[in-house]
């Protein structure tokens, strides 16, 4: 299956847990500790991944809370066929040269931040004081007792910058060039309840926009499929952080993403690597999406055969999936057409269940009766079809058959 790895938020994860089954991708979770938000979060979490980069054990929580109870961060790294990597947030929080979330240092230091007016004062120190103001601030404020002074001494070398146009390009090119295939999501550029966008939120989309433009970048702001969706079934929780996706919304996303970027990638995947990508992706892929039932889906299957078969024109995978789509169409001609590709081409006891329902087909016996004369008729076919008429009672055209073989 086309393995496919988030590197962010909900916003990003959701999507691909809700539709991997319908799309026939395998989310690859391997070495991933949890959420990210700023581009700087993303190349440690990169790092990570790829065994350059390991958290000191106090760092670890304010990294991935969950750290000692993830089989997954131990083992090793296996790289994905794409990563969707989103780019949310500006703040950049750090700990001796270590990326940090802002939500897991609240919950680890729980005590000090409960008072709101201490914790805006600290907050404002670590973007714009240096360490000797945040130490002096915190010896007046938590240093009652040795456990607070110890905690004191980690949150004094807490800094928090904001991500410039220069640092995300700079950000952004060492994601693509250390992973490979790389999508960039924006955030979501809601309104507020006075139908206003959120400012700071509002500048930063356009600014990881304009940075992936200037590397050529391949970027993805969820904001115009949103404002189609309609906010409120798109956002669940409207009037307050504006940040989670609804699942239905989610659901979309991942089929927008499909068509404007991992349709393109498979499709260039089978031109360069035919004997992996044909089988390891395109044939998961395809089923998945003949099993939705969904015409539309089917469409973009077809597109996809026909790059297949542009540059692998006898594939017997792609005459199969083919065979599985007419009869899933209802079309007799196409069914007969590529029913005769397959048996020309393939083994058509080769197919399992498909076979199974071939031999059901009314037509079955008209289509022996042509293909018997056929030169190219694969052996396995006819034996196949030899058997299937043998069982109908049509002796005289089984032996027909019987003596192509």
Not at 170 to 184: I, N, P, T
Not at 196 to 215: P, S
Request: one cysteine or more; aromatic letters at 8%; glycine letters at 6%.
């Amino acid at each position: 299956m086309l393995t496919i790895t988030p590197i962010g938020s909900c916003r990003v994860a959701t999507p691909l847990r809700l539709c991997r089954e319908s799309h026939g991708f395998r989310m690859n979770m391997t070495r991933i500790w949890g959420y990210t938000h700023s581009s700087s979060e993303a190349v440690q979490q990169m790092r990570y991944l790829k065994g350059e980069f390991e958290p000191d054990e106090r760092v670890w929580p304010l990294i991935s809370p969950k750290w000692q109870t993830n089989p997954r961060l131990r083992e090793p790294f296996e790289p994905s066929d794409l990563y969707i990597v989103e780019i949310s947030s500006q703040k950049q929080m750090q700990l001796d040269g270590a990326a940090i979330q802002l939500n897991y240092l609240r919950q680890a230091y729980a005590d000090f931040f409960a008072d709101p007016e201490r914790a805006k004062a600290f907050n404002r120190l670590t973007l714009h004081g240096s360490e000797a103001e945040r130490r002096a601030f915190l010896a007046e404020h938590w240093g009652s007792d040795p456990r607070q002074r110890e905690e004191a001494d980690l949150l004094a070398r807490i800094e928090m910058t904001r991500t410039d146009e220069a640092a995300l390009i700079r950000d952004m090119e060492a994601l693509e060039a250390g992973l490979g295939e790389v999508l960039f999501v924006t955030h979501v550029n809601a309104r507020d309840n006075m139908g206003e966008r959120l400012a700071g939120r509002d500048r930063f989309i356009e600014t990881v926009k304009a940075a992936g433009r200037k590397i050529g970048a391949r970027v993805y702001d969820p904001t115009a499929l949103m404002e189609q969706f309609g906010q409120e079934r798109a956002i669940e929780d409207h009037s307050t952080a504006l940040a989670h996706f609804t699942e239905p919304f989610s659901e979309a996303v991942l089929d927008d993403w499909y068509e404007r970027f991992i349709h393109d990638q498979i499709a260039a995947m089978v031109s360069e690597n035919p004997e992996d990508a044909i089988e390891r992706v395109v044939v998961p892929h395809a089923e998945a999406f003949i099993a939705t039932g969904d015409a539309d889906k089917r469409d973009e299957v077809k597109l996809l055969l026909e790059a297949v078969e542009s540059y692998f024109p006898a594939n017997p995978e792609a005459k199969r999936l083919r065979l599985e789509l007419a009869i899933v169409d209802g079309s007799e001609a196409e069914v007969k057409r590529a029913f005769f590709q397959v048996a020309m081409n393939s083994d058509l006891s080769a197919l399992g269940k498909l076979g199974e329902l071939l031999a059901t087909l009314p037509m079955i016996e008209e289509w022996a009766e042509e293909l018997k004369e056929a030169p190219v008729l694969n052996a396995g076919s006819a034996g196949w079809l030899a058997r299937i008429l043998r069982g109908q009672g049509r002796e005289t055209l089984a032996l027909a058959l019987e003596n192509r073989m």
